[in-house]
T-cell receptor
Framework: EAGVVQSPRYKIIEKKQPVAFWCNPI?????LYWYLQNLGQGPELLIR????????DSQLPKDRFSAERLKGVDSTLKIQPAELGDSAVYLC????????????FGQGTRLTVV | AQSVTQLDSQVPVFEEAPVELRCNYS??????LFWYVQYPNQGLQLLLK??????LVKGINGFEAEFNKSQTSFHLRKPSVHISDTAEYFC???????????FGTGTRLTVIP
């Protein structure tokens, strides 16, 4: 069974440019998460989807960040425009959607804004 | 709201020595607890989880953790570490009945030959 797939693995962009990250969760997983991981820190939740509905986006900086999960399967996270402080690893995870099950993580996208 | 505290940011230990990585949580309701490991340039991989039942849980790679409700702790242990255990370890908590997973700041375990 394939795990959570993210692309690209690495991205370098200039500040003020847009960038997008893609995530394909494990088949059948209703819950999808996007996490931000700064260097030397633990992951911090940006947004959580239950199927196609964003049920928790309280930590998503909505002035520049947006996300979508059309048809409740794969998801895209976008930043426009990117700032230097957005340099981090963006992790996608999925789970079956019940509290007892663990979240499975993708390998992440390392974003560098120059 | 839940929070997780990992008291040690870095833990160096010699190969074949025992190790304990500490994790404390705060929550007003019952929780599920998880330990994840992250190798360089990789995503997070589940080591073990506590959902209910026995307070001592065993995971992959010889790791185990003990849930202590009175001390609100979930420390990770391994009796004898290997070089390959060098990685970042994250403790995480999820409120029962909820789906958000909250992480600690991580502990970097370095195994010294």
């Amino acid at each position: 069974e394939a795990g959570v797939v993210q692309s690209p693995r690495y991205k370098i962009i200039e500040k003020k440019q847009p960038v997008a990250f893609w995530c394909n969760p494990i088949s059948g997983h209703n819950t999808l998460y996007w996490y931000l991981q700064n260097l030397g820190q633990g992951p911090e939740l940006l947004i959580r989807y239950e199927n196609e509905e964003a049920v928790d986006d309280s930590q998503l900086p909505k002035d520049r960040f947006s996300a979508e999960r059309l048809k409740g399967v794969d998801s895209t996270l976008k930043i426009q425009p990117a700032e230097l402080g957005d340099s981090a690893v963006y992790l996608c995870a999925s789970s079956l959607g019940t509290g007892r099950t663990e979240a499975f993580f993708g390998q992440g996208t390392r974003l560098t804004v120059v | 709201a839940q929070s997780v505290t990992q008291l040690d940011s870095q833990v160096p230990v010699f190969e074949e020595a025992p190790v304990e990585l500490r994790c404390n949580y705060s929550s007003s309701v019952s929780v599920y607890l998880f330990w994840y490991v992250q190798y360089p340039n990789q995503g997070l991989q589940l080591l073990l989880k506590y959902l209910s039942g026995s307070t001592l849980v065993k995971g992959i790679n010889g790791f185990e953790a003990e849930f202590n409700k009175s001390q609100t702790s979930f420390h990770l242990r391994k009796p004898s570490v290997h070089i390959s255990d060098t990685a970042e370890y994250f403790c995480a908590v999820r409120q029962t009945g909820a789906n958000n997973l909250f992480f600690g700041t991580g502990t970097r375990l370095t195994v010294i030959p």
